[in-house]
């Protein structure tokens, strides 16, 4: 590839201003039942709004957070923030808060001794 | 949680002892390094998707974690897992709205998701705050794109795997399939500088 062209697509891709592949994107929204086709500007908003998603949750979960010393963005901040948050309510389902492995184990095999004991 | 592939032999799934989410039993990572590979390179769209189910398809880790750099104060850093926890998260935000922008299609009896669905829908799940900036951004989009039809094909190298640095983002890239034939459906755009749009108000999420 030219030099030349390098700089036109980039000029291009630049004017677009997103960073995130919307092909994927598509890929991601695709994989969602009963749907069937994407028209150009859907994907392109549904791009451009998770990077907004993406700010919003971060700086968000982050504010909350650091009343520590720390400031780190941690995952328990974004646990945090799916509770708390009425917009990111629809992630406390996969942002669980965490708990030690061995806590885990524990409560799995007395979930199968119940299970035995049936 | 899937019975086929978790396993409760902790040096397994290679923690030492350290947090894991309750529920799920197999971490992101493992999931990551299965499903990316077929992701980072081809887009058949026949083949490539049967080996993936819906919560293996996620955003690449180093795009996500520098939209989040850049929102956060300079001084701030972000923990591994809360990167992948994003990555997470945003599968989930972009199936959110396609599901109730698709519905709508339904109700609709329309077989195409449009601009418009999306914006409704992100107006009703609580997203309303986006919608503004978002038609402006549309409007940037679908001029950038009318300039571009002349422009020919160019190919993309898609060395781009998950391991991107910040280093890698300050020199110029080679960046995405542009067809001449009008359809774009593999438009895959990476700038190297995240540009604020004169007049789009900044979003304040307060």
Redesign the interface.
């Known amino acids: 590839m030219s030099a030349k062209n390098m700089e036109k697509v980039e000029q291009a891709t630049n004017r677009k201003n997103i960073s995130l592949p919307m092909s994927r994107v598509r890929l991601i929204m695709k994989s969602s039942p009963d749907v069937s086709c994407i028209n150009q500007d859907a994907l392109f908003l549904t791009t451009k709004a998770t990077e907004l998603f993406v700010q919003h949750l971060a700086l968000s979960s982050y504010k909350n957070g650091s009343g520590k010393e720390t400031n780190t963005l941690s995952y328990s901040d974004l646990a945090n923030a799916a509770e708390e948050s009425e917009t990111f309510q629809f992630l406390t389902d996969i942002l669980p808060k965490k708990i030690l492995a061995r806590e885990y184990l524990k409560s799995l095999e007395e979930m199968e001794k119940d299970a035995d004991n049936l | 949680m899937d019975g086929d592939s978790s396993t409760?032999d902790?040096s397994q799934l290679g923690?030492t002892?350290?947090?894991?989410?309750?529920?799920?039993f197999v971490l992101a990572q493992a999931q990551e390094d299965e499903g990316d590979e077929g992701?980072n390179d081809h887009?058949d769209g026949d083949g490539s998707?049967d080996n993936?189910r819906?919560q293996d398809?996620?955003?690449?880790i180093a795009?996500?974690a520098?939209?989040?750099k850049?929102?956060?104060?300079q001084?701030?850093?972000?923990?591994k897992?809360?990167k992948e926890?994003?990555q997470?998260?945003?599968?989930?935000?972009?199936?959110?709205?396609?599901?109730e922008?698709?519905e709508r299609c339904?109700q609709e009896k329309r077989?195409?998701?449009?601009?418009e669905?999306?914006?409704f829908a992100?107006s009703t799940?609580?997203?309303d705050m986006?919608v503004e900036?978002?038609k402006l951004?549309?409007q940037?989009?679908?001029?950038?794109?009318k300039?571009?039809k002349g422009?020919?094909t160019?190919?993309v190298t898609e060395g781009m795997g998950e391991e991107l640095t910040d280093e890698t983002f300050t020199n110029?890239l080679?960046?995405?399939i542009?067809t001449a034939d009008g359809q774009?459906?593999?438009?895959?755009?990476?700038?190297?500088?995240?540009?604020q749009?004169p007049g789009v108000q900044q979003?304040q999420?307060s």
Do not use: W
């Open positions: 409760t902790a923690i002892g350290e947090y894991m989410a309750g529920s799920h992701l887009e998707k993936l819906e398809i996620y955003l690449p795009n996500v520098r939209i989040m850049n929102a956060i104060p001084t701030g850093k972000i923990a897992d809360a926890c994003v997470e998260c945003v599968s989930e935000f972009i199936s959110f709205i396609t599901s922008a698709s339904h077989k195409t998701i449009n601009g669905d999306i914006l992100m799940l609580g997203f986006y900036p978002l951004y549309l940037k989009f679908r001029e950038a794109m300039g571009e422009i020919s160019v190919t110029p080679p960046a995405g542009i774009q459906q593999n438009v895959m755009v990476y700038t190297t500088s995240y540009q749009i979003l999420f």
